[in-house]
């Protein structure tokens, strides 16, 4: 079954640190990726998109994300991360159904240190 | 601006009751979704509308019921059948039938009493 890995339920960083948010997704073909992010009691905002137009993707606040097909990875980063990153993180992909529904990551909460 | 609201933000429900969860959008979007979020297990789909007066069933439909009348409207019911309720859910919307990102309400956080 198709299906999307993200390495680390909890991920820890210093302010000004860099942040890499790990997803891998299982798919014979490139899918549609997306990433989002969600503060407590808030819905999904999303970050960026990848949707096959180019490889590395920048996103809001600072964020991007390169696909490489060869690795079937979409990792998520930020060369310096700020007190305000401290949110939960989903990567999402497209089903290989043709119904562009979306396959959600089970999340990686991210912890910014003073 | 345009957007997705959901209500109540709280619930609470007794045991052998339905409720009845809102979403409204007026992104003037074809599809709407929702999802069920647990700790740890990210989201997971419940029911689907891609236009008026037809829905489908998610990975996760049973205990849920959906009704869409109106492109504007999603309304999801949590029956009594549903024995584990208690969630986070949330309501979403895009275009028909496209790669174009999904918008998110804020969510209904749903406890049983």
């Known amino acids: 079954a198709q299906s999307v890995t993200q390495l680390g339920s909890h991920v820890s960083v210093s302010e000004g640190a860099l942040v890499l948010l790990r997803c891998n997704y299982s798919?014979?073909?490139?899918?549609?990726l997306f990433w989002y992010v969600q503060y407590p009691n808030q819905g999904l905002q999303l970050l960026l998109k990848?949707?096959?137009?180019?490889?590395l993707v920048k996103g809001i606040n600072g964020f991007e994300a390169e696909f490489k097909k060869s690795e079937t990875s979409f990792h998520l980063t930020k060369p310096s991360a700020h007190m305000s990153d401290a949110a939960e993180y989903f990567c999402?992909?497209?089903?290989?159904?043709?119904?562009?529904?979306?396959?959600f990551g089970s999340g990686t909460r991210l912890l910014v240190r003073p | 601006d345009g957007g997705i609201t959901q209500s109540p933000k709280y619930l609470f429900r007794k045991e052998g009751q339905n409720v009845t969860l809102s979403c409204e959008q007026n992104?003037?979007?074809?599809?709407m979704y929702w999802y069920r979020q647990d700790p740890g297990q990210g989201l997971r789909l419940i029911y689907y509308?891609?236009?008026?007066?037809?829905?489908q069933k998610g990975d996760i439909a049973e205990g849920y019921s959906v009704s869409r009348e109106k492109k504007e409207s999603f309304p999801l019911t949590v029956t009594s059948a549903q024995k584990n309720p208690t969630a986070f859910y949330l309501c979403?919307?895009?275009?028909?039938?496209?790669?174009?990102?999904?918008?998110f309400g804020d969510g209904t956080r749903l406890s049983i009493l």
């Open positions: 509308s891609q236009i008026v007066n037809d829905f």
């Open positions: 979403a919307s895009n275009e028909y039938y496209s790669n174009q990102p999904q918008h």
């Open positions: 798919s014979s073909v490139p899918p549609y």
């Open positions: 999402a992909v497209t089903r290989m159904d043709s119904s562009y529904k979306l396959i």
């Open positions: 992104l003037n979007h074809d599809a």
């Open positions: 990848y949707t096959s137009a180019a490889t």
